[in-house]
């Protein structure tokens, strides 16, 4: 994953620009509420993982919901990229400072590639993770050795129905996507331990195909390997001068433990 790192440690204005992440994190966590992940009739302190918290999206909310409703967590906030950690660290602060009564939480961070996080039998409760899974070698195995570990593992991922339109057009000019290649459904409905699977469209509006490409370049989300030559990108400017609108197609996925499920 060292070109992934690169890439989101050389995002620039990434909270500008990824309102889509911004909006499944929302979604997200709405799912994660109606599922009862966090258990409220449990009074234990809760331990619960963030894998690629990236600038804060879905921190953020956990953490005032956690503040709101006053369970005692220890919350901890995974990255592999150093600038994603501190834009992270920077929003928490601020909610931290506004609830310096709340006592019931310990916030911590760890710069690290998610997927090769060690863990043991006390690590975490909960695993949390919201559009960073998809960059893992192997989201299964990942399933597979850690769940025994933990009582729920839940997380978003965008599926290869995402940007059809995009990448179709790319066929019509004989041009190389430049997005990364995203998991099928299918595959998705396969892995190991699911207990709830949900897919969910979220459509997208660009102001037009320029910006479009603007917005994967300037959040880091794309493949450098594929870079566009000049007359490439000129013929998918070129191709509408209106609004562009696509998709992302998002699987929220809870894989449960059954020592733990009962």
Same mark, same amino acid.
């Given at each position: ?5 690169? *890439?989101?440690? $050389? ?6 620009y990824?309102?889509? /992440?911004k ?35 879905? @921190?953020?909310?956990i ?17 592999? @990229? ?13 909610? *931290?400072?506004?609830? /310096?009564n $709340?006592? #019931?939480?310990?916030? =911590?961070?760890?710069?690290? #590639? ?6 043991n ?12 899974? /998809? ?9 597979? #050795? ?13 599926? =290869?129905n995402?940007f059809?339109?995009? !990448? *179709?057009?790319?066929?019509? &000019? ?5 997005l990364? $290649? &995203?998991? @099928? ?11 709830h &699977?949900?897919?969910? #469209?979220?459509? +997208?509006?660009?102001? @037009? ?6 917005? %994967? ?16 990108? !000129? ?6 001068? =209106?609004? %562009? +609108? ?17």
């Amino acid at each position: 994953m060292g070109i992934i790192k690169l *890439q989101f440690n $050389q995002a620039i204005n990434y909270d500008e620009y990824a309102f889509a /992440q911004k909006i499944i994190a929302h979604k997200f966590f709405e799912w994660i509420i109606s599922k009862n992940i966090f258990n409220l009739e449990l009074k234990d302190t809760k331990k619960i993982l963030e894998l690629g918290c990236g600038s804060g999206f879905l @921190s953020e909310i956990i953490l005032d919901y956690l503040i709101e409703t006053g369970i005692t967590a220890n919350l901890e906030l995974a990255d592999i @990229s150093n600038n994603m950690l501190d834009m992270c660290k920077n929003k928490l602060s601020i909610i *931290q400072h506004k609830n /310096q009564n $709340q006592k #019931n939480i310990n916030v =911590s961070y760890i710069n690290i #590639n998610a997927e090769y996080l060690k863990f043991n039998q006390n690590n975490s409760d909960i695993i949390l993770s919201n559009m960073c899974m /998809q960059w893992f070698d192997d989201i299964n195995l990942y399933i597979k #050795n850690n769940i025994t570990k933990v009582k729920y593992l839940a997380f978003t991922i965008p599926t =290869s129905n995402s940007f059809k339109n995009w !990448r *179709q057009i790319h066929d019509e &000019l004989g041009i190389k996507c430049a997005l990364h $290649q &995203l998991i @099928s459904p299918q595959i998705i409905k396969k892995y190991a331990h699911i207990k709830h &699977l949900e897919f969910v #469209n979220i459509p +997208l509006e660009f102001q @037009s195909i320029r910006h479009f490409i603007q917005h %994967f370049k300037l959040i880091g989300a794309y493949d450098k390997k594929k870079l566009y030559s000049i007359s490439d990108l !000129r013929k998918l400017i070129d191709y509408t001068q =209106s609004k %562009f +609108l696509t998709n992302y197609e998002i699987a929220i996925v809870m894989c449960g433990n059954e020592s733990e499920l009962g």
